[in-house]
């Protein structure tokens, strides 16, 4: 237990050192990376250890191992498909399907990108973002020279029509070695939005981890689960992060690690009984290989 704790502090010390933020969602840029010069075609196979969304997660772990293949034109222009598989011994079924496209470009210091994305989920998922349908999402960095400057913002259309608005400042800065093929970016973020998606989350898995932490609502007694919070613009979490690559001229390794500090957790009237749900700190950590060549 004292070793995991000391690994905390030494995240914790080097996140605060610098600070460059990756997007959640698993769509990590680096103009180290990415091939403005010409057409590529990418494969990925990622693995990551739980799903975790604006510092939220289900109680029960989701481990995640999942595939992707990207066209990106020399335009800017890409479309991705991609479908993760839930590797938990109990639940080993795919749990997602995502498919994007959108539009990307990088001049001088300045990069930007703008996508559109469609979910498709198990019935059977029970991850944070199971009720998420589409998202559009804008991201803009600049890179000056003491750091690299971000922000993010994002639309997620849920299952019940109700939309989540997110915005994500970030600050960063790039360590990369002489010969580019390796780099470190700690990062700081601040996650802001509305949680509708959180709310329909609790109340369409209330037989999932929602019940063995918090107790069985049977769908005969259970009546309603109000979110007094969900449309509210707050501050959902603070979250640093480690982002790690390793690049060669056709192929790259990435690993991401991760802390999230939640914040303005919910307070959920059951039946005209308050509960305070609180979510713990998570750290989590994704590990990928991305091969990439031209079409």
């Not at 970016?185 to 329909?200: A, K, R, V």
């Not at 063995?212 to 613009?233: L, N, P, Q, T």
């Not at 059951?270 to 990439?292: A, C, H, M, P, R």
Request: negative net charge; glycine residues 4%; aromatic residues 20%.
């Amino acid at each position: 237990m004292e070793s995991f704790k000391l690994n905390y502090s030494i995240i914790i010390c080097i996140c605060f050192l610098v600070s460059y933020h990756v997007n959640s969602q698993n769509k990590e840029r680096s103009k180290r990376v990415i091939n403005y010069a010409t057409s590529t075609i990418k494969i990925g196979v990622n693995y990551s250890n739980d799903e975790v969304f604006m510092g939220r997660k289900d109680s029960i772990s989701a481990p995640y191992l999942y595939t992707s293949l990207e066209y990106k034109n020399k335009t800017g222009i890409y479309v991705s498909g991609a479908f993760s598989f839930l590797t938990k011994s109990e639940s080993n079924y795919i749990d997602v399907y995502l498919f994007s496209t959108g539009y990307n470009f990088y001049k001088n210091d300045f990069f930007a990108d703008i996508s559109v994305s469609a979910y498709f989920f198990n019935k059977a998922s029970y991850t944070i973002t199971s009720k998420v349908i589409a998202d559009l999402t804008t991201q803009l960095q600049y890179d000056f020279s003491f750091a690299n400057i971000g922000l993010i913002s994002s639309v997620y259309f849920n299952e019940d029509s109700n939309s989540d608005f997110f915005l994500t400042p970030q600050l960063s800065y790039d360590f990369i070695t002489k010969n580019d093929k390796f780099q470190f970016s700690p990062t700081f973020s601040l996650n802001l939005g509305s949680q509708n998606f959180y709310q329909e989350f609790l109340i369409e898995n209330n037989g999932y981890g929602w019940n063995s932490k918090y107790g069985d609502y049977d769908d005969e007694d259970y009546v309603e689960i109000i979110f007094e919070e969900k449309k509210k613009f707050n501050v959902l979490a603070y979250e640093l992060s480690l982002p790690i690559w390793y690049i060669e001229k056709s192929y790259f390794i990435f690993c991401n690690l991760s802390l999230a500090f939640p914040k303005n957790e919910a307070n959920i009237l059951i039946d005209e009984s308050v509960l305070n749900k609180k979510s713990n700190n998570t750290f989590n950590w994704l590990i990928g290989f991305n091969y990439q060549f031209k079409s």
